[in-house]
Structures are given as C-alpha cells and as structure tokens.
C-alpha cells in the first residue's frame, strides 16, 4: 500500500495441481491465438507491497506489462520510472490522476493504496475509461463498494479485488479438495491469521483503514471460509478483545474472533489478530482434515492431509505463474477474452457485508443474522 507519509500529502501449472476443468478453466482464460497484446497497468500508490511484490512480478507476464505510475512522492516516480523504463509522461502525481483517461497506453489500474482511498480512486478509474484491479479490502463499507461496482458498470470496465490467494496452487487445490470431498463432507472449517503489528503506520489510523486487523489480516480468515466451503454465511458471531492501554490501538481493533455458520450446517471458527502470530486453516470432514500452515503468505505454503488415520504431506510441484502473476495476467485475460474475474467486485462487496456484520455482532455482543 502507499506510504503514511505519502498518503498524508493527498488527503501455477494448472495441470500439475490437478484440478477440475471447471477451476482450472476460471483461473487461466483461453485466449485467441492472434493474442499478442498485453495489457498495460497503471500502478497507484508506490509503497511497500506495490514496489517489492506487484512490480517486480509484472517481469513474469505473459498479458500484462507495467506501462505507468502514480505517486505523492516526485522521488519515488523518478526512482522506479527509472527501475522499471517509465517514461515521464507517463508517471502521474495524485493531482494528475485524472488525466490518465489520454493515456492509450494504460488498459487497467492496479490501485494500492490505504483502505479509505479505494473507492475514490477506483472510481476515478472507472470513469477515466479503465479497468480496476483494487486491493483489498476492497473498501472501508458496503456503501462505497456498491458504488465501485456501479461506475464499472457504468464505464463498462472490469473490476477486480486483489484477493491474490485465490491464484496461490496449495489454496486452489485446497479448495479443489474440500469441494470435492477429499476428506468427506466438511463440518468445520478454523481459519486463524495475525501478527504482532509494529507501531506508526497507517493500519493503525481508522480514518485510513477503517479498521484495525479485521480490515486486514482478519479478512483472508473470512475469504478462506467462504472460498473453502463454496458457501454464503446465514450468521455471524464476533468477540473482539483489544488493549485498549496500548498505544497501537487507540482507534481500531486488536483481536476478533468470529463463528460463520452456513446453510449446509458448516460452521467456521476464525481469528483475526495483530498481537499473535498465526497463519493458517483447516478444512475438517468426516474422513479427516486438509491444512494449509503457513496458508496465506507470499511464498511458503504447506499443505499436510490427514485421511483414514494417516497423515501425509502434499508437496506441489514450482508453478509456472506465482500468485502475483497469476492475479495480474487474470485480469489481462479478462480483458482481452471478455470473461468475468473470479473475484469481481461482487467478492470484495460480500466479504465487506461481513466485516460490516462481524462488528455489529461484537459491538452488540448478539448473534447477526444474514440475509441470503
């Protein structure tokens, strides 16, 4: 995401896994054979995870290619437009962003910035003729993702949440197996991610996040459950616990727990933390149980399967596109094939439901019942 300070100055082989067609199909588009264009991506917001993890992967493209910038900070558009072959032109200030609408070059917007600049700067995407890939979560309410939705609608662009575990191999075949019954029906899914957080950064500042952990970690507990079982929570119950003493907190939250409970009878045990080190989910059927420790992390996902009483390790082997790759080239796909993300807008909107629906529960310490 961007920086504090900057924010403060502007306001895998498919095959290998053995997947379904169905999945495999949805993650990789088919593309005409005449198919030589790649789409170019304006990246918003040059901070920590747009300059060490988005960029460095656009290398690894077969559809996309990094074509602009745009930042707060003059010296980090001279920097990376100089890393990355950049021209002037097409490196942006903030108050120069609507102008990328007379950019030919750029077909999509990758917006990395703090929580409470999504929607706006989404937006602005959408009307300047662009497709939007939006990390996550995709907003601070469910007012402002509808509205996302609504000016892609509107543009006729994509628009796309950057939920880049769904691209990860160990995630896909974890939700290959558990849909398909790999270990019998599940009947409980615990899903737990946190981690110490360090003082002074923007996560901490509800007026840019939205949230404390909930709002970031919290949410790939939360997308886990859904994308593990297929399935729409029907009710939600939260807990949260925060030290309120300690000076990180002095306006978000530290830890929540949170039961989904979905039509099927699942239920789902999660936690979202920033003062414990956790990152991991189990999937739990009748014939044993499927476990992703580390689950979610940028490399280094372990998958261990426990079925008819034993337990073995499943070991994938290198994919051809990494998780980054495959969440940029998706997109690039949908462009030029005229397919819809597995992860549209509608995903980033259904996960913000929840949250909205996991803070009300703790707030009012209540079960919340959710609409279908």
């Not at 997947?19 to 593309?31: D, K, S, T, V």
Request: proline residues 6%; contains cysteine; glycine residues 10%.
């Amino acid at each position: 995401m961007g920086t504090r300070r900057e924010v403060l100055g502007i306001g895998a082989k498919v095959a290998a896994l053995g997947l379904a067609p169905g999945l495999a199909g949805q993650a990789h588009a088919a593309l005409p054979r005449d198919s030589g264009r790649k789409i170019g991506y304006a990246v918003v917001g040059l901070g920590y995870y747009a300059t060490r993890q988005i960029m460095p992967n656009f290398a690894g493209c077969e559809h996309s290619r990094l074509v602009a910038l745009v930042s707060g900070t003059p010296a980090k558009l001279e920097q990376y437009g100089a890393q990355y072959g950049i021209p002037a032109s097409h490196r942006y200030s903030y108050d120069q962003f609507d102008a990328i609408r007379d950019n030919p070059d750029i077909d999509a917007v990758y917006v990395v910035l703090p929580n409470s600049l999504h929607a706006e700067y989404s937006i602005r995407a959408a009307q300047a003729g662009k497709h939007v890939l939006c990390e996550k979560p995709m907003a601070t309410s469910v007012a402002e993702c509808q509205a996302m939705i609504a000016a892609s609608r509107k543009a006729g662009k994509k628009l796309m949440i950057g939920y880049r575990s769904r691209f990860e191999p160990y995630n896909r075949l974890a939700i290959e197996l558990a849909r398909g019954g790999h270990v019998g029906p599940t009947r409980l899914v615990t899903a737990e991610h946190g981690f110490p957080i360090k003082p002074d950064q923007w996560r901490l500042d509800k007026a840019l996040s939205g949230g404390g952990s909930m709002m970031d970690i919290g949410i790939y507990s939360l997308n886990a459950a859904r994308y593990l079982t297929g399935e729409e929570p029907v009710e939600v119950s939260a807990v949260e616990s925060t030290d309120r003493s300690d000076p990180r907190f002095r306006t978000v939250e530290d830890r929540v727990s949170f039961v989904l409970r979905f039509p099927s009878g699942v239920q789902a045990n999660c936690i979202s933390s920033y003062s414990s080190a956790h990152n991991g989910y189990r999937v739990i059927g009748t014939q044993g149980w499927i476990a992703l420790e580390p689950a979610t992390p940028y490399t280094g996902q372990a998958m261990t399967i426990r079925k008819d009483n034993v337990t073995t390790p499943r070991t994938l082997p290198e994919p051809a596109r990494n998780q980054f790759v495959g969440q940029l080239d998706h997109l690039a796909e949908c462009v030029l094939t005229g397919a819809t993300p597995i992860v549209p807008g509608e995903e980033g909107l259904a996960d913000m439901r929840l949250i909205e629906a996991i803070y009300r529960s703790a707030a009012e310490r209540r079960h919340v019942e959710l609409k279908a």
